[in-house]
């Protein structure tokens, strides 16, 4: 049974920092590319960052040079540092993966205020 666990969301002020995990299991996670995707209200749910199997990191535009995608693979874990947030950063994070089926976790609340 794959399970993508999040954690690490919170209500915080512009210019703060917050970091993400993502705790899998029941995958291989070093054969794994990982990904964050984010869904702020309204809108509809978009990348922010992935990380390959071998480390290679990709952003979406709005994020690069804010965000740090990483990746444990003792622990199974991948991260989401994230700096400078601003409001516009605002949504449910989410952790995902892609083992012969798509997988989703559960999401964790990130909120930005101005």
């Known amino acids: 049974q794959v399970q993508l666990v999040e954690s690490g969301g919170g209500l915080v002020q512009a210019g703060e920092s917050l970091r993400l995990s993502c705790a899998a299991s029941?995958?291989?996670?070093?054969?794994?590319?990982m990904n964050w995707y984010r869904q702020a209200p309204g809108k509809q749910r978009e990348l922010v960052a992935r990380?390959?199997?071998?480390?290679?990191?990709n952003y979406a535009d709005s994020v690069k040079g804010r965000f740090t995608i990483s990746r444990d693979n003792d622990k199974n874990t991948v991260y989401l540092q994230m700096n400078s947030l601003k409001p516009e950063d605002t949504g449910v994070y989410y952790c995902h993966t892609v083992w012969l089926h798509e997988y989703w976790g559960q999401g964790t609340q990130v909120t930005v205020s101005s």
């Open positions: 990380i390959s199997r071998t480390g290679s990191a």
């Open positions: 029941g995958i291989i996670f070093s054969a794994n590319a």
